[in-house]
Nanobody, 129 residues
């Protein structure tokens, strides 16, 4: 069992920065062995992949739309996932979800939400023009 709680969203202006935090509460699982990711969903749109990081933090994968602006990281000591966002644009406006793939040490960082087993409730990021 993994419970995820996102925080750090808010209303900002274009060009501003935000850091999203996802706190993982883990029961009977080892967070440090799991790939994790951030997804986002805007009203009327499909949930889309944002970024993922491998279980030991040595590999990352980013959507083209955020590459160079966003950085994903994870803290395996404190069971925490971060998304540092710079140079935000209105197109980044969405509900942001963190997710955990509970298949231990999976060799790929999937962009498919179906690979992820646990999800938070989301934190809203709104970027004004």
């Amino acid at each position: 069992q993994v419970q995820l709680v996102e925080s750090g969203g808010g209303l900002v202006q274009a060009g501003d920065s935000l850091r999203l935090t996802c706190a993982a509460i883990v029961y009977g699982h080892t967070f440090s062995l799991y790939n994790v990711a951030w997804f986002r969903q805007a009203p009327g749109k499909e949930r889309e992949f944002v970024a993922a990081i491998s279980w030991r933090g040595t590999t990352t994968n980013y959507a083209d739309s955020v590459k160079g602006r966003f950085t994903i990281s994870k803290d395996n000591v404190n069971n925490t996932i971060f998304l540092q966002m710079y140079a935000l644009i209105p197109e980044d406006t969405a509900l942001y979800y963190c997710a955990v793939d509970d298949y231990a040490m999976r060799a790929i960082l999937s962009t498919n939400p179906s690979f992820y087993d646990y999800w938070g409730q989301g934190t809203q990021v709104t970027v004004s023009s």
